[in-house]
Each structure stands twice: as structure tokens, then as C-alpha cells.
């Protein structure tokens, strides 16, 4: 079964260096990722955004 493809909205998506640690985290629609680049942080949201969501 072939994987969907996820597009992020640039203008939703925050990438910011982390204060207190070294690395980079992104938030993206209730999603906060962590990674040593800004890259890495991305590329770790597009797995996460494409995860389902737990059921209830």
C-alpha cells in the first residue's frame, strides 16, 4: 500500500532553536518535534502529521 504524500502549510509550520539544549523543534498543528537541525526537525513533522490519530 503506497504512502500519502504530506504537504505541510509553510505558514502553519514554526521551526525555532531550542534555548536550553541543542537542536531545533517544529509545532505544526498540535505536533511539536525536536531534531539537531532545522531540517531534521521538518522532516520528523511529516512523519508525525502523517500518523493517524489515536482513537478514543
Known amino acids: 500500500m503506497p504512502k500519502k504524500e504530506v504537504k505541510l502549510d509553510a505558514k502553519k509550520l514554526k521551526v525555532f532553536k531550542i534555548r536550553n539544549r541543542g537542536?531545533?523543534?517544529?509545532?505544526?498543528q498540535n505536533n511539536?518535534?525536536?531534531g539537531p537541525t532545522s531540517a531534521q526537525a521538518v522532516?520528523?513533522?511529516l512523519?508525525?502529521?502523517?500518523?493517524?490519530?489515536?482513537?478514543?
Open 23 to 28: 537542536g531545533y523543534a517544529a509545532i505544526y
Open 32 to 34: 511539536l518535534t525536536e
Open 43 to 45: 522532516s520528523r513533522m
Open 47 to 56: 512523519k508525525a502529521v502523517a500518523r493517524k490519530p489515536k482513537k478514543k
